[in-house]
């Protein structure tokens, strides 16, 4: 039941895309991009870098980046775009993936604490932007997205008293903002 499913699905795909052969060239697509980050907290920065394979106005593929929101993290995650507009440069998009913390423990923000671990947690972002043409096959990108980058942390408190065993509290900390990135797309 499974294989007939799986050969229905695509044979749907491949006869949902049109028959020319111009349109449908396969080819490699990488997005490299600088954003600014601002939320309830101050404004940070984040770098990316995207790639994978663009068919036609259909891009999907693989990207990693440095997210310096609050606290650094290294989002690895799927990225799925469609260009649309005569010239095909407007697009939106939408990225799911994981963050990893970049460090287990917090600078000088926690004093008094016996252990403090992050956890990564899920990564998100949907947006909209549009590219002009720079030099040959090479775009220049700018976007506009709302991103939610979630972590967990445990923190050990030793408390005042001898012998007394140490206090735990897990949070979950999850940060929605908005992003404006620019880049350059070739």
């Known amino acids: 039941m499974y294989k007939n499913l799986l050969f229905n699905l695509i044979i749907t795909l491949l006869i949902s895309f049109p028959a020319s052969a111009q349109e449908n060239t396969i080819r490699f697509h990488s ?6 980050i601002g939320g309830e907290s101050n404004i940070s ?8 394979i663009r068919v036609s106005n259909w891009f999907s593929g693989v990207g990693i980046g440095i997210d310096n929101y609050k606290y650094k993290t290294l989002p690895l995650f ?3 775009r469609k260009y649309f507009g005569i010239d095909k440069r407007g697009f939106v998009y939408g990225d799911i993936g994981y963050n990893f913390p970049m460090k287990n423990i917090p600078g000088k923000e926690m004093i008094y604490y016996d252990n403090y671990r992050f956890k990564g947690g899920l990564y998100s972002e949907l947006g909209v932007g549009f590219t002009m043409k720079f030099i040959r096959s090479s775009s220049i990108s700018f976007s506009f997205a709302y991103s939610n980058k979630q972590l967990q942390s445990r923190i050990g408190v ?3 008293c001898v ?3 140490p206090y735990f509290y897990n ?3 999850s940060y929605g903002r908005a992003l404006l990135k620019t880049g350059i797309e070739f």
């Open 163 to 165: 012998g007394c065993d």
């Open 158 to 160: 030793v408390p005042l």
């Open 31 to 36: 997005i490299n991009f600088f954003g600014l």
């Open 45 to 52: 920065t984040a770098f990316q870098t995207v790639n994978g």
């Open 171 to 173: 949070y979950r900390l």
């Open 78 to 80: 799927f990225d799925a």
